[in-house]
Structures are given as structure tokens and as C-alpha cells.
């Protein structure tokens, strides 16, 4: 994307570089790496990151500065989902781009999706310097956004994640944490923050107290870093220790109902030149012909709202795609302009697209801030890891950008 680093790297990848990364990423990670991570980062103008982290914060806040909006993502959450003492803005914000080509040449932001929900932080914080050492690249590459560095990267996560409480009373929270695959980002938090990451079902509640153990001792929670997918218990069958709408005497970082409130359910309220027209099923039914969406299947995806890693999405649904969805269950799935996204990684295997995700932080009574990016490589229909798996030159890779 950006010369002259672009040729050069291509021009000096060798695979047993490759292979180095990859053992020095499982080194850091204490564990193997099981999503696919793509052999070369991507450089961009810091210039354009710059434009999408504006972007991604432009559309939070036009979320959130709506009453309208946070009165019907209220009534999105779930009853049997639907936490007490919700803080008043989400501390965790990704918002995920594809870039297309415009009449002249240059290239515009169009909104992938929206989630407030934490994504890889730590993990991503180890990639990019991993890229640049084990390539021996320019080493004042940024990877990290808003003015951050690596110091005040950390301390900025802390602060959201800690919230000052000590990290032994702090624990990363998620289903079956030893087989997910974002085990090496969990493993990261473990050693930068001291927090322990505990399985949910595991958990241990006293009245309205939650505990964890560790070494055979029950240790009080007092902050709970949610990686919890609310889907996946349902998928699951998991019982849990606790119900969510118990009076808990614990905070959040990623308090669980932002997960539903700022989602796929956001897009047909956003009004905005990245944003792709979508409007939810149900109401495509009620008056097609007021939707503004194309009459071409071709031209449309049919999305579920909540669920995770692309699953469930249709390209080009059919009448009977719709149809198969009960009339009950039609306001949980989206219809969505398809946007068409320009490959613009040059790679040994071809063009390649990049779908780019800016991460935020946004600790409680502060500004949303940006921090760093991911990007996703593919060439297939879907820029999920998972759906890349058996290409080269794909997958999990960073944001590299010069400094201006």
C-alpha cells in the first residue's frame, strides 16, 4: 500500500523469517498461535489511520449523543441479559473499516461493523513490534494511535482494566479460556497487568459477592474484564454460577450489556458517508420498496445482530434465505448494502483487501481514545481468520505507519 516499504518488504521476505515470527510470537504468547497470522504487516499513511480512527469516533458518538438511539438499544438487550449499574458509555470500542476505490483514484472508508466490546489488545500490542524486529524494519514504524507510545499504551489499558483496584482482585473473565483461540492475548494481560484469567463457570459467588480460585485460596473479585460472549454460553449450554441480573458487588470493564447496544443493531441509525445502507429485516418486510436498498440479491447481505466472527452472514440471500426466518425472530437480523472493497496489499499471491479495525479505549469519565490497530488479510468473501485458513499471505496482521 505504502512505497517504497511495500516492494522492499516483499522484495526481502524469506519464509524462514516467517517461521521466526511465528516462534517468537508463541515465545511471547507462552502458548502456539491457532488463528492464522499473515506474513506481512501492512504499512499505511498515518494519515489515512488517522482518518479512520476520526471516523470510527464521529460514529460512536453519534450513537450515543442520541436518545432516540440509546432509548431503542435499551430494549435490545436481552431480559434474561440485562446487567444492573450500567456505566454510561462503553470502555472498550472497535469499529471496523474496508476501504473502496472512488471515481478518482483515491480511496474512502466504508463501515464493516461496529462493536463495543474488547477486542485483541494485548495481543496486538505484541504483533506489531514483532513484525518490525523479526524483519528488521524501519524502527520508527508506529503502530500505536492517538500520540500513544508503548508506555502510555499500557497505562491508558490499565487504567480502563485495573481502574486502580489491585490485579489480583481483577480477573479476565471468559467460556472454556484454554481452548479459545485468543488464549495468547489472554496470556499477555497475565503478565503485563498480574490479572488472572478465569473461566466463568468456575466462579464463585457468596450473596452478592463474586471469588476465583487461586491456589486453593477464594480470592474476592472486584472488577471483571469481560471477554464473555453471550452467544457462545447460549451455543454452549453453559449454566453459570451467577444470573446476570443479580445485584452483583462487582464492576465491569466491558460492562455485558454494551455488547448488544452498540453491535450490528447500531447501522440502520447511523447516517454517514462511511456507513453502507441497512435496514432490519422486519421492517424490509413491512415496506421493501421504502428501504433504499438495491433490488439486486446480489448487491446485499443478510446478517444476524448478534453473533461473532462472521457466522451466520449471507451473501446474496434468496427468497427463501428471508422466508426461512420465523416473522418472531425477523428484527434480529440485518439486511445490508454489500459493498464491493478494494485489494490494496500488493502480495506475492495477488491483490489482497485489508479490513482494518481501530480499537478504543475509553476509561469510565474520560474521552473515547483511540490506541491501536488491527488488520485482517483475506481474499475470499469473508476477512475472518477462519476463513482465509488453508491461503498464503492472509490473516492476522498490524497497522504499521511512518511517522509524519
Known amino acids: 500500500m505504502l512505497q517504497p516499504y511495500r516492494d522492499l518488504f516483499n522484495a526481502r521476505f524469506t519464509s524462514a523469517g516467517y517461521e521466526d515470527l511465528l516462534a517468537r510470537l508463541s515465545r511471547r504468547a507462552r502458548t502456539n498461535i491457532e488463528f492464522r497470522v499473515a506474513e506481512t504487516p501492512c504499512f499505511f499513511p498515518k494519515s489515512l489511520i488517522d482518518e479512520l480512527a476520526q471516523t470510527g469516533a464521529a460514529l460512536t458518538h453519534q450513537l450515543l449523543d442520541n436518545p432516540a438511539y440509546m432509548q431503542a438499544s435499551e430494549q435490545c438487550v436481552p431480559a434474561q441479559y440485562r446487567m444492573p449499574n450500567q456505566n454510561p458509555h462503553p470502555n472498550f470500542m472497535t469499529v471496523d473499516f474496508g476501504l473502496v476505490r472512488n471515481p478518482d483514484g483515491s480511496l474512502s472508508p466504508k463501515l464493516v461493523e461496529l462493536q463495543a466490546f474488547p477486542s485483541i489488545f494485548g495481543y496486538q500490542d505484541m504483533l ?11 524502527p520508527t514504524l508506529t503502530w500505536h494511535l492517538g500520540g500513544l507510545n508503548e508506555q502510555t499504551y499500557w497505562q491508558l489499558l490499565a487504567k480502563v482494566i485495573l481502574n486502580d483496584h489491585a490485579p489480583e482482585n481483577v480477573i479476565l473473565l471468559e467460556i472454556d479460556p484454554a481452548h479459545q483461540k485468543t488464549l495468547p492475548d489472554f496470556n499477555i494481560y497475565e503478565d503485563k497487568l498480574g490479572i488472572a484469567t478465569v473461566d466463568i463457570t468456575s466462579l464463585i459467588k457468596h450473596g452478592n459477592r463474586l471469588f476465583y480460585l487461586r491456589d486453593g485460596r477464594e480470592i474476592p473479585i472486584h472488577r471483571i474484564y469481560n471477554r464473555a460472549i453471550v452467544d457462545e454460553l447460549e451455543r454452549r449450554n453453559i449454566q453459570l454460577p451467577f444470573d446476570y441480573r443479580d445485584e452483583l458487588a462487582v464492576e465491569w470493564a466491558g460492562h455485558p450489556n454494551w ?12 447516517d454517514h458517508p462511511s456507513v453502507p445502507k441497512a435496514v432490519f429485516l422486519d421492517d424490509w418486510y413491512a415496506n421493501r420498496n421504502l428501504s433504499g436498498l438495491p433490488e439486486d440479491r446480489e448487491k446485499l447481505l443478510l446478517k444476524p445482530l448478534y453473533s461473532f466472527a462472521g457466522k451466520g452472514i449471507h451473501f446474496a440471500p434468496t427468497d427463501d434465505d428471508l422466508n426461512a426466518i420465523p416473522v418472531a425472530d425477523r428484527h434480529l437480523y440485518l439486511l445490508q448494502q454489500r459493498v464491493s ?4 496489499i500488493d502480495t506475492p499471491h495477488g491483490p489482497t483487501q485489508a479490513e482494518i479495525r481501530i480499537m478504543y479505549l475509553w476509561p469510565d469519565g474520560e474521552a473515547l481514545q483511540p490506541a491501536i490497530a488491527l488488520v485482517r488479510l483475506g481474499r475470499g468473501l469473508m476477512m475472518g481468520v477462519d476463513h482465509n485458513r488453508n491461503q498464503l499471505w492472509v490473516g492476522s496482521s498490524a497497522a504499521l505507519c511512518p511517522l509524519e
Open 259 to 270: 455488547y448488544f447496544r452498540i453491535s450490528k443493531f447500531s447501522l440502520p441509525y447511523l
Open 128 to 138: 506489531a513490534p514483532q513484525y518490525i524486529e523479526t524483519y528488521n524494519l524501519d
Open 341 to 344: 472493497f478494494e485489494p490494496v
